[in-house]
T-cell receptor, first 111, second 113 residues
């Protein structure tokens, strides 16, 4: 599975969009991009995933570049409750069970 | 649905003691996994299972055993606890169909003295 690179931390003002980047330059054609977040010490929570098209759900949007070597998670209107560590993971769908979590990005949403 | 449940929430052990962390899921998921998370770090995979009776090692399996006798349960055994095993342990499950999203339990915070 491809590895990912994320900035260790980012700040965002409450109510503004939070744009979290992820580099996955060695991604293979059959690997999906997943985003999870971990609020304080809770278990990680699924946010969104995609293969090559941009995706949107009630939580966030995922923008994947055309060459698929990087992606951006967008939280359109960040709230204080979105303060968390955000993990970008790439993996082959249904390839055993190996989600490789890196260190993630700590997003600090400030009032 | 309760989702993924873990017991206990907290545990303190002495070096050399053994114990079992419990994990159960009621979503009929085929896959289950155990992760550990050390302070300030991401999650690392310990063991995983793709179905009842089938388990395999992850990234950091030493010092841990698992078994999967039912679809619902996936206990993690610490054979002889060491201070290096002080960590937060998360269990997760996912189905092999569809989006393959993992669902995580609330975690067990383990301290080994």
């Amino acid at each position: 599975d491809a590895k990912t690179t994320q900035p260790p931390s980012m700040d965002c003002a409450e109510g503004r969009a939070a744009n979290l980047p992820c580099n996955h330059s060695t991604i293979s054609g059959n690997e999906y991009v997943y985003w999870y977040r971990q609020i304080h010490s809770q278990g990680p929570q699924y946010i969104i995933h995609g293969l090559k098209n941009n995706e949107t759900n009630e939580m966030a949007s995922l923008i994947i570049t055309e060459d698929r070597k990087s992606s951006t998670l967008i939280l359109p209107h960040a709230t204080l409750r979105d303060t968390a560590v955000y993990y970008c993971i790439v993996r082959v769908l249904n390839n055993f069970n190996k989600f490789y979590f890196g260190s993630g990005t700590k997003l600090n949403v400030k009032p | 649905n309760a989702g993924v449940t873990q017991t206990p929430k907290f545990q303190v052990l002495k070096t050399g003691q053994s114990m079992t962390l419990q994990c159960a899921q009621d979503m009929n998921h085929e896959y289950m996994s155990w992760y550990r998370q050390d302070p300030g770090m991401g999650l690392r995979l310990i063991h995983y299972s793709v179905g009842a009776g089938i388990t395999d090692q992850g990234e950091v399996p030493n010092g841990y055993n698992v078994s999967r006798s039912t679809t619902e349960d996936f206990p993690l055994r610490l054979l002889s606890a060491a201070p290096s095993q002080t960590s937060v342990y998360f269990c997760a499950s996912n189905t092999k169909r569809g989006t393959d999203t993992q669902y995580f339990g609330p975690g067990t915070r383990l301290t080994v003295l």
